[in-house]
């Protein structure tokens, strides 16, 4: 099943637990997939912004699959935290729930729940 994306991909990596890819695009941006279903691939969100436009040619797992890293074609390499508990715990601890609102213009995707404990 082909993943297409708004730019060409240079570089792939599948998490270790093998749910999630990874691809690192031409446009400065890392776009996460879920691959749990393989003949139903989906973004998993927005495409993260690695670069000021530089192409990002190299994407990796650690291997707990919490980080990320991409590095570009100007030579930074970005460590992104994919911890959705540690995502929650801070999201709360800053802004509190979500809204029903807020839930629908940041992550569509999955169905509304509240996330910190009250």
């Known amino acids: ?10 570089s792939v990596a599948f998490s270790p637990d093998g749910h999630t890819l990874a ?12 691959v749990t279903g393989p ?9 993260l912004t690695a ?8 994407v990796a797992f650690s ?8 590095g570009s074609a100007d030579g930074t390499i970005r460590l992104w935290r ?9 999201i709360c601890a800053t802004a ?4 029903l609102t807020q839930w629908h213009v940041h992550i569509s995707q999955l169905p509304y729940q ?5």
Do not use: F, K
């Not at 691809?23 to 879920?34: E, H, K, R």
């Open 1 to 10: 099943m082909p993943l297409t994306g708004g730019s060409a991909v240079l």
């Open 23 to 34: 691809s690192g695009n031409a446009d400065g941006t890392v776009q996460l997939w879920d």
């Open 39 to 47: 003949a139903h691939p989906r973004p998993l969100g927005p495409p």
């Open 51 to 58: 670069t000021n436009g530089y192409a990002v040619d190299s």
């Open 63 to 70: 291997p707990d699959s919490h980080t990320l890293a991409s």
């Open 82 to 90: 994919l911890n959705v508990r540690y995502a929650i715990e801070r």
């Open 96 to 99: 509190g729930d979500l809204t």
């Open 114 to 118: 509240p996330l910190c404990a009250h």
